[in-house]
């Protein structure tokens, strides 16, 4: 992959380990248990996804422009999980937005998709969770 716009990204903190957080999220969006490499999945009928999984990183590439980025990272309060949403389209990029209807309303609704489930993994781990702003800052307190 070339080339990637940033569409849409959203961060937070959960107060437990990197390595227990990874595992969650490798659980809930790996269920087939693989944890590593490049590999392709069925997403519904009819529509196959290339996922890579490399360190702590989850990337999913699927359809003409999309790819999101899971990460776990550490964070002086535990764990900082960021979601990324791309756009990797290699032709006729422009009419990404176009397509997908100037992708109104993309970045709130990756944001509450992602609040959901940072709050939904912080109740699994029994563990404060909470959004941050800045997910460019890995060990800074917050």
Not at 27 to 49: C, K, M
Not at 104 to 133: D, V, Y
Request: hydrophobic residues 40%.
């Amino acid at each position: 992959m070339s080339r990637k716009k940033l569409l849409a990204e959203a961060a937070g903190i959960l107060e437990a380990p990197v390595a227990t957080v990874w595992d969650l999220l490798a659980e809930e969006l790996l269920p087939d248990g693989r944890r590593s490499g490049r590999f392709t999945v069925q997403d519904f009928p009819g529509h196959t996804s290339t996922v890579e999984v490399c360190g702590h990183t989850i990337s999913v590439q699927g359809g003409w422009w999309y790819r999101g980025e899971w990460s776990v990272e550490p964070h002086s309060k535990g764990a900082l999980l960021v979601h990324r949403v791309f756009n990797v389209a290699q032709r006729a990029r422009w009419a990404v937005p176009l397509a997908n209807r100037l992708f109104i309303g993309l970045a709130e609704n990756t944001r509450a998709a992602f609040m959901a489930k940072l709050t939904q993994m912080g109740r699994r781990l029994g563990c404060s969770a909470r959004p941050t702003t800045d997910p460019g800052r890995r060990a800074s307190p917050e």
